[in-house]
DNA sequence: TTCCATGTTCCGCA
DNA sequence: TTGCGGAACATGGA
């Protein structure tokens, strides 16, 4: 699930659970998860140190820490997450990294499929850069101006723009098509051939589909019934015209839409 | 058993 | 040279 609305959640989580605590033991299970990192390098940073803030650019999760200057980034990949728990409890499964606190209380990062990322940078402005991150999807700043330019520039399907994380950060498969249906647009549309009024919808679209995911928990149960997220599956109800929603593939990636709904042209 | 899955990266081709 | 599509990655659930 981890998306843009997803990783907004796990900052506020962990915002409200593990600031300000000091770290006194780091367990790493997973070492494909530091890339360019040295096991050593990460817990010799993170060894006594507290989080003192946090930050969300598209997918990725920044921690600025109270000593040396650096931010944990977290990327969570196809199925990450954080759980804080009490330590006297076992850690969940498939826990990556265990951040165990003075206090006895503990944060987990899990991810069963170990897709994920664990780095460190040395400020947000200068890891966005090196990533090559487009403008996060969330900012409401994000003009109507701004997202039409970045379009026009592109040529492929409407679809994997909006899912191109150094055209615009935050946007994967789900929310892509659920932005798409709200904006009532074909995937397959060339993004480069939007019309200003089509492009105004999807404008809308963004900003509404992010801010009710977040308001929602980004729990794929409590979003509104009337969203495709509900009906990810070939032959369901289309919740608006009842058509039948389809399954489509663009970039070997696997997508759904209602054919009746969203214009083609 | 086979297929599929929300993530990114990397290779080959136009 | 640049951009795009598809395969690869690790693992488990339907």
Same mark, same amino acid.
Request: hydrophobic share 35%; charged share 30%.
């Given at each position: 699930?981890?998306?843009?609305?997803?990783?907004? =959640?796990?900052?506020?989580?962990?915002?409200?659970?593990?600031?300000?605590?000091?770290?006194?033991?780091?367990?790493?299970?997973?070492?494909?998860?530091?890339?360019?990192?040295?096991?050593?390098?990460?817990?010799?940073?993170?060894?006594?140190?507290?989080?003192?803030?946090?930050?969300?650019?598209? @997918?990725?999760?920044?921690?600025?820490?109270?000593?040396?200057?650096?931010?944990?980034?977290?990327?969570?990949?196809?199925?990450?997450?954080?759980?804080?728990?009490?330590?006297?409890?076992?850690?969940?499964?498939?826990?990556?990294?265990?951040?165990?606190?003075?206090?006895?209380?503990?944060?987990?990062? =899990?991810?069963?499929? @170990?897709?994920?990322?664990?780095?460190? &940078?040395?400020?947000?402005?200068?890891?966005?850069?090196?990533?090559?991150?487009?403008?996060?999807?969330?900012?409401? /700043?994000?003009?109507? &101006? /701004?997202?039409?330019?970045?379009?026009?520039?592109?040529? &492929?399907?409407?679809?994997?723009?909006?899912?191109? !994380?150094?055209?615009?950060?935050? =946007?994967?498969?789900?929310?892509?098509?659920?932005?798409?249906?709200?904006?009532?647009?074909?995937?397959?549309?060339?993004?480069? !051939?939007?019309?200003?009024?089509?492009?105004?919808?999807?404008?809308? &679209?963004?900003?509404?589909?992010?801010?009710?995911? =977040?308001?929602?928990?980004?729990?794929?149960?409590?979003?509104?019934?009337?969203?495709?997220?509900?009906?990810? @599956?070939?032959?369901?109800?289309?919740?608006?015209?009842?058509?039948?929603?389809?399954?489509?593939?663009?970039?070997?990636?696997?997508?759904?839409?209602?054919?009746?709904?969203?214009?083609?042209?």
């Amino acid at each position: 699930m981890p998306e843009l609305p997803d990783v907004e =959640i796990f900052r506020r989580y962990l915002d409200a659970t593990s600031l300000h605590r000091t770290i006194d033991d780091i367990t790493l299970k997973a070492e494909r998860l530091l890339h360019d990192l040295s096991r050593k390098r990460l817990t010799e940073t993170l060894d006594h140190n507290r989080f003192a803030s946090t930050l969300r650019h598209g @997918k990725y999760l920044l921690v600025e820490l109270e000593k040396g200057g650096v931010w944990l980034v977290l990327h969570f990949g196809m199925t990450g997450s954080l759980s804080y728990y009490e330590k006297r409890d076992e850690p969940p499964e498939h826990t990556q990294l265990l951040l165990s606190f003075t206090d006895g209380s503990a944060l987990a990062y =899990i991810s069963q499929r @170990k897709f994920g990322e664990i780095r460190l &940078a040395e400020d947000p402005e200068s890891f966005i850069e090196k990533m090559d991150l487009g403008r996060d999807a969330y900012e409401p /700043e994000l003009s109507f &101006a /701004e997202l039409r330019d970045l379009l026009r520039g592109h040529r &492929a399907a409407l679809k994997s723009a909006l899912t191109k !994380q150094s055209l615009i950060a935050g =946007i994967g498969n789900v929310y892509g098509d659920e932005i798409l249906f709200r904006a009532e647009l074909a995937p397959k549309l060339r993004s480069d !051939q939007l019309s200003d009024e089509q492009l105004g919808r999807l404008h809308r &679209a963004i900003r509404y589909v992010l801010d009710k995911a =977040i308001e929602r928990k980004a729990d794929p149960d409590e979003v509104p019934r009337t969203w495709l997220l509900r009906h990810r @599956k070939p032959g369901a109800g289309c919740p608006r015209c009842g058509g039948e929603i389809a399954a489509y593939e663009v970039s070997g990636r696997r997508g759904y839409w209602c054919p009746k709904c969203q214009d083609e042209t």
